[in-house]
C-alpha cells in the first residue's frame, strides 16, 4: 500500500508541474498549482512513509517492461523511508516559502516553468529512491540533475548563469558516467533488476566506482567544486532543497550499494573516514573565507557531508573488525545526521533567502543590524546557526554526539584499527566542530548584530508570514528532533539494520544500550530549556502592565557607533586564515593610505576554490587543447553532419556483418 501511494504522490507532482507549465501565462494559476500540488503529493508521501516506520516494514512492485535487462520494478524498505521522509517534509516549507520568494522576480522569469521544473526534481528524486531496477534508476538519476540544471540556471540575465550551469552539468556526466559503468559490472549476469546484482570477486573496485559517481552529486572532496557553484546561482528555496536533500541522493546511492556488496574490507572504511575528515575540515575552513553567504553555505554542506563520511566510515570499519556497537552508533550518526543537515540546511538557505529578498544582496560585509528590522528571520537563523554547530539542544548536537559515541567506542576498544579510527573521528570532529562555531558566529554577527551598514539604498522589511511560517516549520522541527532525539534514534533503528545487514531487533538492542548517555544529555537539555522558559514567562508577568524604558549601557567610550567601527567578514576570521595560509590560498588586494593625511584605504580579500583552480581547471584547459585537434571537423554544416552519421551507420553494419 505504502509505494503505490507513493507513486501516487509522484504523478500529483508532475501533474500539477504540468499544469502550471501550461498555464505560464498566468503566474497567479500557475504558482497556486504548482505549489499546492507538491505540498498534497508530499503530505500523500509523508503519510505513505508514515506506514513504513514502526515496523521496518518492506514492499516491493515489478511489472515487465519491453526494456531489455529486467522489469519496472519499485519498492520501499527502511531505508529508502528515510530519504523519503526528507524528500516530501522539506518540500513542504519550501513550496511555501518560493511562492511568496518568486513574486520578487515579478515578469523576469516566468513561475509556470520553475514549478515544472522543482515539480520534476523532487518527482525524480522520489522515483530514484524507490527504483529498484538500473535502467529507472539511471532515468530518475538523469531528470534529477537536468531539471535542477535548469533551476540553477534560473536567472539569465545573470552572466555567471552559462558558466555555473556548464560546471553543474559537467559534474553531473562524470558521476553519472562511473556509476553506468558500476551497474554494468554489477549486472553481468544478465539482469538490471537490484535483487539479481551479482558480485564476483571485484567488491573493491565496484565500492570505487560507488564512491566517486555517488561522492561527485553528494560533494565530497575534491568532487565539490559544482557545489558553491550552483547553490548560490539558484533561487534560494531551489537551494535548501539541493542542499537539504539532492546531494543526499549521493548518500543514498552510497549506503544502497553497499547492501550489495556484502562484507566490508577495511580499506573501504579508512578510505571513507579519510574523505569524511578532509571534506569536514576543508569545507567549513573555505566557508569561513566567503563574503557571500548562500556560497559560505554552500561550502558547510561539504563540510556536513563530510560528517556523515567520518560517521559512515567509522561504521564500515566496525563492520568489517565485526564489532556491532560501532557499526550501529557510526551508521547511526550518519543517518541520523542526513536528517538533520536536510532540516536545518533548508532553514539557513531560506533564511538566507529572506535577507537577499529584503536586502537585495547575498554579500555579508554590506549587511549588518538587521535583528532589529527582521526579528524573526533572525531568530531563525539563529537556531539553524545553532543546529549546523552541533549545539544543545537542537539536532544537529543529537547526530553528532552519536557519532562521537561511534568513535569513543571504537577509541576505547581492543581492536587496533578502530582504536586508532576512532581517535581520528574525534580529532577531525572537534575542528570540523570548532571551526563551524567561529564561521557562524561571524555570520549572525556581521548580518543581524551591530548597526546598519550605509551601502544599502533601500529600505529592509520583514519576510512575508508564508516565508517566515516555512522557516518556523524546520526550526520547529530542530528543536523537535534534539528533545525527542532517543525516540527518533529509535525509530531509525531498522534503517541502521539494512545497511549493518543484521536483524532489526540487534539493531535496536545496540542502540538501546549505547544511546544512554544520549538520553542522559537530552533531560538536562529539556530542563534548561524549561528553567529558561519559566525565567521568561515570569519576568512577562513581573513586567505586565508596568512601564518599560531603554536606556544606552556603558559603551566603553563608543557613545556614537557607526558601522564603520564594526568588523567586516574578512577581519573577523583573518587570524584564522592566515593560519590556514596553505590551504586555502587567500589574495589580498591592499589599497594602503598614502600622505600624511590620507583619505582612502582599503583591503579586499578573495578565496577561490583550491581544488578548482589547480586541479579541475588545468585538466580541462587540457582536454579542451586536446581536443582542439579534432575542431576541423565542426563546420557548421547539416549535410556534412548527416554524412559523418551516415558514415559511421556503415561502419557499424560492416562491423556486425563480419
Not at 416 to 441: D, S
Request: aromatic share 10%; charged share 10%.
Amino acid at each position: 500500500m505504502s509505494i503505490k501511494l507513493i507513486l501516487v504522490a509522484v504523478g500529483l507532482i508532475l501533474l500539477s508541474g504540468g499544469i502550471s507549465l501550461i498555464a505560464r501565462r498566468n503566474a497567479r494559476v500557475a504558482t497556486a498549482v504548482g505549489m499546492s500540488g507538491i505540498i498534497l503529493a508530499s503530505l500523500v508521501g509523508l503519510t505513505a512513509v508514515a506506514g513504513i516506520f514502526p515496523g521496518g516494514s518492506s514492499e516491493l512492485l515489478r511489472w515487465a517492461w519491453s526494456i531489455p535487462g529486467g522489469s519496472f520494478a519499485v519498492g520501499v524498505d527502511p531505508l529508502s523511508a528515510v530519504f523519503l521522509f526528507i524528500l516530501f517534509f522539506v518540500s513542504i516549507p519550501v513550496c511555501l516559502f518560493g511562492a511568496s520568494y518568486l513574486r520578487s522576480y515579478g515578469s523576469e522569469q516566468n513561475p509556470g516553468t520553475t514549478w515544472f521544473f522543482t515539480g520534476l526534481l523532487i518527482a525524480s528524486m522520489a522515483m530514484t529512491v524507490i527504483a529498484r531496477n538500473v535502467v529507472l534508476f539511471m532515468v530518475s538519476w538523469e531528470l534529477m540533475s537536468v531539471s535542477s540544471f535548469f533551476l540553477v540556471t534560473f536567472e539569465k540575465g545573470n552572466p555567471t548563469t552559462k558558466s555555473v550551469g556548464l560546471i553543474y552539468l559537467v559534474a553531473a556526466h562524470i558521476g553519472a558516467a562511473f556509476l553506468l559503468i558500476l551497474f554494468i559490472l554489477l549486472g553481468r549476469n544478465g539482469s538490471l533488476d537490484f535483487d539479481q546484482f551479482s558480485v564476483a570477486g571485484n567488491a573493491g573496485l565496484l565500492f570505487i566506482l560507488c564512491l566517486v559517481g555517488f561522492g561527485t552529486k553528494a560533494g565530497f572532496v575534491p568532487l565539490h567544486v559544482w557545489l558553491p557553484e550552483a547553490h548560490p546561482a539558484a533561487p534560494s528555496h531551489i537551494s535548501a532543497l539541493m542542499s537539504g536533500v539532492m546531494i543526499k541522493m549521493g548518500i543514498y546511492g552510497i549506503l544502497r550499494t553497499l547492501t550489495f556488496l556484502g562484507h566490508p574490507q577495511p580499506w573501504w572504511g579508512w578510505l571513507l573516514l579519510g574523505v569524511g575528515v578532509t571534506s569536514g575540515i576543508l569545507g567549513v575552513l573555505f566557508a569561513l573565507a566567503q563574503h557571500d553567504v548562500k556560497r559560505l553555505l554552500a561550502y558547510h554542506s561539504v563540510e556536513n557531508i563530510g560528517i556523515i563520511g567520518i560517521g559512515l566510515g567509522i561504521g564500515l570499519l566496525g563492520m568489517s573488525y565485526n564489532a556491532p556497537m560501532i557499526v550501529v552508533l557510526g551508521f547511526g550518526g550518519g543517518i541520523f545526521h542526513v536528517v538533520n543537515h536536510s532540516l536545518f540546511k533548508g532553514l539557513l538557505f531560506l533564511g538566507a533567502g529572506s535577507v537577499a529578498h529584503a536586502a537585495g544582496t547575498r554579500e555579508i560585509d554590506r549587511l549588518g543590524g538587521l535583528l532589529k528590522l527582521m526579528p524573526w528571520t533572525a531568530a531563525m537563523f539563529l537556531a539553524g546557526s545553532v543546529a549546523i554547530c552541533g549545539l544543545p539542544p537542537l539536532n544537529g548536537f543529537a547526530s553528532e554526539f552519536l557519532i562521537y559515541l561511534a568513535a569513543f567506542y571504537g577509541g576505547t576498544g581492543t581492536i587496533a584499527a578502530t582504536a586508532v579510527a576512532g581517535l581520528v573521528g574525534i580529532l577531525g570532529l572537534a575542528i570540523i566542530g570548532g571551526l563551524a562555531i567561529a564561521c557562524f558566529t561571524k555570520v549572525f554577527s556581521i548580518m543581524f548584530l551591530g548597526e546598519l551598514r550605509s551601502e544599502l539604498d533601500r529600505e529592509i522589511h520583514e519576510a512575508s508570514t508564508a516565508m517566515i511560517m516555512s522557516m518556523v516549520i524546520l526550526a520547529g522541527a530542530c528543536f523537535g528532533i534534539g528533545f525527542l532525539a532517543p525516540f527518533v534514534v529509535d525509530a531509525l533503528a531498522p534503517s541502521i539494520a539494512v545497511v549493518a545487514q543484521m536483524p532489526p531487533a540487534v539493531a535496536d538492542e545496540l542502540l538501546s544500550q549505547a544511546t544512554a548517555p544520549l538520553r542522559s544529555v537530552t533531560m538536562v537539555a529539556i530542563v534548561l530549556a524549561g528553567v529558561v522558559l519559566m525565567f521568561v514567562l515570569v519576568r512577562l508577568m513581573l513586567l505586565r502592565k508596568k512601564p518599560v524604558q531603554s536606556a544606552v549601557t556603558w559603551d566603553c567610550g563608543y557613545a556614537a557607533p557607526t558601522a564603520r567601527m564594526q568588523y567586516t567578514a574578512a577581519s573577523f576570521v583573518q587570524p584564522i586564515t592566515t593560519l590556514f595560509y596553505r590551504v586555502l590560498r587567500t589574495r589580498r588586494h591592499l589599497k594602503t593610505p598614502e600622505g600624511p593625511f590620507p583619505t582612502t584605504a582599503a583591503v579586499e580579500t578573495h578565496t577561490p576554490d583550491t581544488f578548482q583552480e589547480w586541479l579541475f581547471r588545468p585538466i580541462l584547459t587540457g582536454t579542451e587543447r586536446v581536443l582542439s585537434v579534432f575542431r576541423w571537423l565542426q563546420h557548421g554544416n547539416v549535410h556534412i553532419y548527416v554524412m559523418y552519421i551516415l558514415v559511421i551507420l556503415v561502419a557499424l553494419m560492416f562491423w556486425k556483418m563480419r
